[in-house]
């Protein structure tokens, strides 16, 4: 495994973070991350990653640092419009070339501008400068160009730092580039089974099979990405041909989807608020909602998917104790005499917003935030119910972590509980009632 | 101005994170920023970040790099039991000599096994091995030893990669060695100034004067930081003596605050909906919330900030049209002559929010998320209105970007109003209706 990163060639690639706060601390990388991921899916070997600062000097040493020894170096960050982006003249320093303004580049940034109704800003068109012997990479969802060059034989890439700009980019431009110039022999496919609310550590435990399987076949890899609540289990397979590849793919991912049940919601990047949508507009109803610890963050989950208009009424976001009981019609003596943290509290507060919002369903989600406890209930003491017209289910949670985190969960596990409920699925297995699957590597 | 990050010097600190993990993108390193920050924070600078595997001659090249050059080096990693760690073969690589076996770190390795109730594993005393001309660094949170060597005038420093032991012994041990030696000449100090919705260019254009005030100072530096609808302007000074500094931070910082004026809303990382709440605070008020477009992000980012429930009454997602009317009364005629996207429709929604949970304010949001036009809106055509009891204000806006980003800055739009009515401030100026501030670094 280790020569595989230690040597350089023409599928090695050598990843170069640019930009004064990553040095700071001021914000942590997940470029790099993402990067190393995307590109190893493909079969290229990411063998070296650096950060440094917003200088030319820097940016230009430890360009030629790996020029000629990998065979290709995303570049990320410094392309910016103001005085500390400095990546276009290091690349310019890198190869000996001078800075030119490239038409291509300026016309596109002014129509990116137009687009938006704005004039251009002063100083905006030092973006459209690249060395003279570079070309520009357009740009679809920001306004800085990326530049490609060739220097020592290496193939060099600059992409904004903007994660979406970046993943564009690269997905669209960069990597098809560096695979033809390879020459990769083999077609690489993948898939990802997305699984909410287990740790990564308990997804490999029920995985050990088909990871032993994967371990003695030099053809098929597997990867773990954890986000908060959830894990990303990417399998990739290279081949002779296109079709054998997919075949052991999809051997290998319908193994591992018997292997978790239930608790995989979906395939290729689908969240659970789309799996519920989907659910819910396969049967053609509604769906409510009625918040408090979550304050409206499983309202913004299911209507950040486009169309989810087509299922959503609304919600009630009650903070505060009286607004559950006179805008959800929860039992005000059931409220004096457990408090608003109590699972029957959560489960009259999801019959509330149904019929508040003449819905089919809906979710409700009620707890203890954090960071301090309310009376005896600790801070991630947590429950979430859904009703439908003949049918309910509650959830009871501690959750670990600080606020957002608890937030955070509670909206995954208000979404998660909807999506059993609509599919008929039992709830996690030994999952005891409370457990709290953290994001996080094991 | 980035001389700060380019130069070396005794108060120079290299990184260097071992560990094929974090080139495979197995999972994404936290080392690094927290290293980043932690040392900063004492006034060192992290000027050089690397991610190198788990090889020798790798980790050996990527010490030798640096050393001489910087004052310190942390290396982070590669310290374990197994046969791909690999630090201690790199470091007596780097330094010329040989590995021994250190007896104190033998005995740390094997009490604490013993303290745990187990024999001590084959293979482990391994972890005991150092450079000859090393000395061992002890670790209270975990079995793997680090280990502290002088290479070419620079203090090298290796510690597990597990975070907490990492973090446990740079802070207790590393840190303190490092400060010792430097003799802390000169303290650094910073500031940044938050400013919401305008984008990165436009800051700086704003800036140029204290720009150019920055670049013919050394001691001093700015830099910008550009997240979605926010951007964080950083300046740090460095000086003879900690009031000098402070002194010199505060000048710049107020310049650049009378230049930024009412679009600055605070300092060091305060957000929208911490001003808000603030302000809601000060004069013992609180607000609802009526949304639409957004769904209830509004509402959930004012419930993200701790102690949100002695301001934050509620909020109602009024997604289908007819809760608008029947919840929030808006006027049905209203509604049937404009259609829910309307600039008197956000009022209504307001006015209707105020009164349905009993608050003193309420801030509403309507219009296209997109990504498709509704009728003849398009997508991206918003509006939002605050209400208080005497008082009340509307924005129109054309917002740009993906429904993601047009659900992201209406709620910063809706709670920058907020901000403004709260603090009797002008609307942005030069911020024409329709603004559409965009993150964007390049």
């Known amino acids: 495994m280790t020569d595989l990163l230690s040597r350089g060639g023409p599928d090695a690639v050598a990843v170069l973070l640019v930009g004064d706060e990553l040095l700071l601390g001021s914000v942590a990388d997940t470029n790099g991350a993402w990067l190393a991921q995307v590109l190893r899916a493909e079969g290229l070997r990411v063998v070296d990653l650096a950060i440094v600062p917003d200088d030319v000097a820097r ?24 005085s500390d982006d400095l990546t276009r003249q290091a690349l310019a320093a890198a190869c000996g070339c001078d800075l030119v303004t490239d038409d291509a580049a300026a016309a ?10 704005r004039p251009t800003p002063a100083g905006v068109l030092r973006m459209a400068q690249r060395p003279a ?3 520009v990479l357009l740009n679809p969802h920001g306004s800085a160009p990326g530049v490609a060059v060739e220097i020592d034989g290496s193939l060099v890439y600059a992409v904004p730092g903007v994660p979406a700009e970046l993943r564009s980019m690269v997905s669209a431009a960069v990597l098809p580039a560096v695979l033809t110039r390879v020459g990769l022999p083999t077609p ?3 898939t990802s089974l997305e699984v909410a609310l287990l740790g990564e550590s308990a997804v490999a435990a029920r995985l050990a099979d088909v990871e032993a399987e994967v371990a003695g076949d030099p053809s098929s890899d597997v990867a773990y990405l954890a986000r908060p609540a959830h894990v990303s289990v990417r399998f990739s397979v290279r081949h002779d041909t296109a079709e054998a590849a997919r075949q052991r793919l999809e051997q290998l991912a319908t193994r591992a989807e018997a292997a978790l049940g239930a608790d995989v919601m979906g395939r290729d990047g689908v969240t659970l608020a789309e799996v519920v949508l ?30 989810s208009s087509l299922a959503v009424r609304g919600g009630l976001v009650a903070y505060a104790t009286d607004v559950k009981a006179s805008r959800l019609g929860v039992d005000p003596d059931l409220l ?11 489960q009259a507060m999801a019959e509330g917003a149904r019929r508040l919002l003449a819905a089919d369903w809906a979710v409700a989600t009620t707890g203890v935030a954090g960071p301090d406890p309310v009376g005896e209930h600790p801070a991630g003491e947590v429950y979430v119910a859904v009703r439908g017209a003949a049918t309910g289910r509650v959830r009871a949670l501690r959750l670990p972590g600080p606020r957002r985190w608890v937030q955070r969960l509670s909206v995954a596990h208000g979404l998660d509980l909807l999506r059993r409920v609509l599919r008929d699925l039992p709830e996690p297995t030994g999952a005891a009632v409370g457990e709290s699957p953290l994001p996080g590597r094991g």
Do not use: D, Y
């Open 59 to 82: 940016i230009a040493q430890a360009l030629r640092r790996v020029v000629g020894w990998v065979g290709s170096v995303v570049v990320s960050g410094g392309l910016g419009p103001t």
């Open 108 to 117: 596109a940034i002014r129509s990116w501008f137009a687009g938006r109704g």
């Open 133 to 135: 012997c570079a070309t």
């Open 188 to 190: 690489t496919v993948s």
């Open 278 to 307: 989907a659910a819910l507009q396969e049967r053609g109803q509604t769906v409510a909602t009625a918040e408090s610890l979550t304050g409206g963050g499983v309202a913004a989950a299911l209507t950040a998917v486009p169309g």
């Open 336 to 346: 004096a005499r457990h408090g608003p943290v109590h699972p029957q509290v959560a």
